[in-house]
């Protein structure tokens, strides 16, 4: 798609927007809901009030930003694009279908990151959300991946079963589930 293609989208669905160089700034007063786009122009940055829905959305180009004061839906993606390193939206980043991500991917977002299709978690990967983190059909951690979010981490198929850090604080008094997951990673228990 275009950026002209694009602009012409933001008309006639009524969202706010502003050129600043190369880059189309979305500053609607409430939440954009383009569900049926398959692509986007680079350089396009969400910065409205409220949510992102791009659930058909496949790809993203280089340059998506996304600053959105709530969720954000990408349900659809398959991949990330190294040159985009950190969601650091308010609400929840919905990546269901993300099958890889690149290394040192920073989730800086104020709600839960939706991971549920990756199988592998590459090096540097952080998780600094303040909500849960839903990996559950992953395999493998790499050492160099954190998690500091303030949440729980779900990691079903890597222990066989359904179980969250939370669960943890039962068998191991004194340790923050957090803590021991990433010395866990770090010792390489899950490569």
Same mark, same amino acid.
């Given at each position: 798609?275009? $950026?002209?293609? !694009?602009?012409?989208?933001?008309?006639?669905? %009524?969202? @706010?927007?502003?050129?600043?160089?190369?880059?189309?700034?979305?500053?609607?007063? %409430?939440?954009?809901?383009?569900?049926?786009?398959? &692509?986007?122009?680079?350089?396009?940055?969400?910065?409205?009030?409220?949510?992102?829905?791009?659930?058909?959305?496949?790809?993203?180009?280089?340059?998506?930003? +996304?600053? =959105?004061?709530?969720?954000?839906?990408?349900?659809?993606?398959?991949?990330?694009?190294? %040159?985009?390193?950190? +969601?650091?939206?308010?609400?929840?980043?919905?990546?269901? @279908?993300?099958?890889?991500?690149?290394?040192?991917?920073?989730?800086?977002? $104020?709600?839960?990151?939706?991971?549920?299709?990756?199988?592998?978690?590459?090096?540097?990967?952080? +998780?600094? =959300?303040?909500?849960?983190?839903?990996?559950?059909?992953?395999? &493998?951690?790499?050492?160099?991946?954190?998690?500091?979010? $303030?949440?729980?981490? !779900?990691?079903?198929?890597?222990? %066989?079963?359904?179980?969250?850090?939370?669960?943890?604080?039962?068998?191991?008094?004194?340790?923050?589930?957090?803590?021991?997951?990433?010395?866990?990673?770090?010792?390489?228990?899950?490569?």
């Amino acid at each position: 798609m275009t $950026k002209e293609e !694009f602009i012409n989208v933001l008309y006639w669905e %009524g969202y @706010s927007h502003n050129l600043h160089g190369n880059r189309i700034v979305i500053n609607h007063k %409430g939440d954009v809901s383009l569900e049926s786009l398959k &692509t986007l122009p680079p350089d396009v940055v969400f910065k409205n009030d409220g949510i992102v829905n791009l659930r058909s959305l496949e790809t993203l180009p280089p340059g998506v930003e +996304f600053l =959105n004061k709530e969720d954000i839906n990408l349900r659809s993606l398959k991949t990330i694009p190294e %040159g985009i390193k950190e +969601f650091k939206n308010k609400g929840d980043v919905n990546l269901d @279908s993300l099958e890889t991500i690149p290394p040192e991917m920073m989730f800086l977002n $104020k709600g839960d990151v939706w991971l549920r299709s990756l199988v592998i978690l590459p090096p540097g990967v952080g +998780f600094i =959300n303040k909500g849960n983190v839903w990996l559950n059909d992953l395999k &493998t951690i790499s050492p160099g991946v954190v998690f500091s979010n $303030k949440g729980e981490v !779900f990691l079903d198929k890597l222990f %066989g079963d359904t179980m969250s850090s939370k669960d943890w604080k039962i068998n191991i008094e004194g340790i923050k589930p957090n803590r021991l997951l990433n010395f866990m990673i770090k010792q390489g228990v899950f490569i």
